[in-house]
């Protein structure tokens, strides 16, 4: 780990460990950092080695606070091209073919927000907080927020929290589906380990084709997404992992999954 990035990498046996590191700025999100985190992902995206990616925010305040508002301030004729840039770093998070658990350790405000919500598992530290606060600063959400939070916790909640600009705490959050775990500060970063641990001792194809399946069976109608399913069931059927994994069973011993 280099001290000084903004972003820092740690692969640990199987998964990594993603961490932004702006502490001093709660981790706010420059151009800079929103870069560094899209080229450290895609780095993963190819590294075989790594079955899991666990995003987290360094310091005990914050895991992101938003996009850098000092640079938001400097926009004028190019904020299409800022929120565009953002929402391809994130889209393409989203679109990995390995699960990314948020572990989101305090503040999670606007890119912070959607940066979480681009990631298919929220964990979240009993102090954290989320809200899409653009408004208050006279501007709308430009890295998925729009999009994704009505999609996760339904259009009229996303509403309120974008339309007020408020926050909400981690239980809450959990209540509305947001969060899907709420531990203590310390049990925070254990708990996505063992999580991510647990998902790399799986078969990975078969993870990747469950991502596959939520996401773009999600974005069609019923017919059109049991169909990507009967496919992607087609496609993970022929992987020695499916043999390996029901041979075990019926010989009631544990997979030894190979990846392949
Ligand atoms: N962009 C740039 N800098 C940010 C930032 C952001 N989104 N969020 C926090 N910071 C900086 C602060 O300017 C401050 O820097 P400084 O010490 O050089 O003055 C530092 O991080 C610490 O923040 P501070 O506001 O002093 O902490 P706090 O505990 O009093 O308040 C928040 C925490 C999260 C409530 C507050 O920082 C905040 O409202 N941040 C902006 C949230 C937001 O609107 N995000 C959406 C952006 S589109």
Redesign the pocket.
């Known amino acids: 780990m280099s001290a000084e990035a903004t972003v820092l990498s740690q692969i640990k046996d199987s998964y990594a460990i993603v961490t932004l590191n702006r502490p001093?700025?709660?981790n706010?999100?420059?151009v800079e950092t929103v870069q560094l985190l899209g080229n450290i992902m895609s780095d993963l995206q190819n590294d075989d080695q790594v079955r899991a990616v666990i995003l987290t925010g360094a310091g005990p305040?914050?895991f992101v606070?938003?996009?850098?508002?000092?640079?938001?301030a400097e926009l004028d004729g190019s904020g299409s091209d800022f929120a565009g840039s953002g929402q391809q770093v994130f889209r393409a998070i989203e679109k990995m073919t390995k699960p990314v658990i948020a572990a989101v350790n305090g503040?999670a405000?606007?890119?912070?927000c959607e940066l979480a919500l681009s990631c298919h598992i929220r964990l979240a530290s009993d102090n954290a907080?989320f809200?899409?606060?653009?408004i208050?600063?006279g501007?709308i959400?430009?890295y998925g927020g729009t999009q994704r939070l009505p999609r996760l916790i339904g259009r009229s909640r996303a509403l309120q929290l974008m339309l007020t600009?408020g926050?909400v705490s981690a239980e809450k959050a959990a209540d509305v589906g947001l969060v899907n775990e709420v531990y203590t500060s310390e049990e925070l970063l254990p708990a996505a380990e063992k999580m991510a641990g647990k998902i790399a001792s799986l078969a990975p194809v078969a993870a990747s084709l469950i991502l596959q399946s939520v996401y773009e069976g999600g974005e069609t109608d019923l017919d059109s997404g049991l169909a990507i399913e009967a496919e992607n069931f087609g496609k993970v059927c022929n992987t020695e992992d499916a043999r390996i994994g029901t041979s075990a069973f019926l010989e009631k011993r544990k997979p030894e999954f190979t990846g392949k």
């Not at 606070?65 to 938001?72: F, R, S, T």
């Open positions: 001093d700025k709660l706010a999100l420059n305040k914050a606070a938003g996009a850098d508002i000092k640079e938001i503040f405000l606007g890119g912070g907080k809200g899409l606060p653009e208050t600063l501007v959400p430009g600009g926050m």
